[in-house]
Nanobody
Framework: QVELVESGGGLVQPGGSLRLSCAPS????????MGWYRQTPGKQRTLVGF??????RYADFAKDRFIITRQRAENTMYLQMDNLQPEDTAIYYC???????????????WGQGTQVIVSS
């Protein structure tokens, strides 16, 4: 059973930084596009950004402060968040398209979410 495991959330003061990470827990054949989303209570989950083999794309709010990178060998994705503000408080979710085996179809997976709280 494959799961996406996130880590790195927590409490940070305004202006501070956090780095989130995400990786599949089990053995997989290949991982395609990976991305980060966030959600606050009562609101829809929104895209933060994603990374593909050709580059990265970000939501407007993330362009100047967040950076997504990926370590391909370990299928690990990171979200570096700088100059965090209270409005960045949310649960952050990892998303990825995964081929579990060479013969399987790609399937979309979601992580369990990691809480980020920005508060003084």
């Amino acid at each position: 059973q494959v799961e996406l495991v996130e880590s790195g959330g927590g409490l940070v003061q305004p202006g501070g930084s956090l780095r989130l990470s995400c990786a599949p827990s089990g053995s997989v054949w290949s991982v395609g596009q990976m991305g980060w989303y966030r959600q606050t209570p009562g609101k829809q989950r929104t895209l933060v950004g994603f990374i593909t083999s050709t580059g990265t794309r970000y939501a407007d709010f993330a362009k100047d402060r967040f950076i997504i990178t990926r370590q391909r060998a370990e299928n690990t994705m990171y979200l570096q968040m700088d100059n965090l503000q209270p409005e960045d408080t949310a649960i952050y979710y990892c998303n990825a398209w995964v081929w579990v085996t060479e013969m399987s179809d790609a399937r979309e997976y979601w992580g369990q979410g990691t809480q980020v709280i920005v508060s003084s």
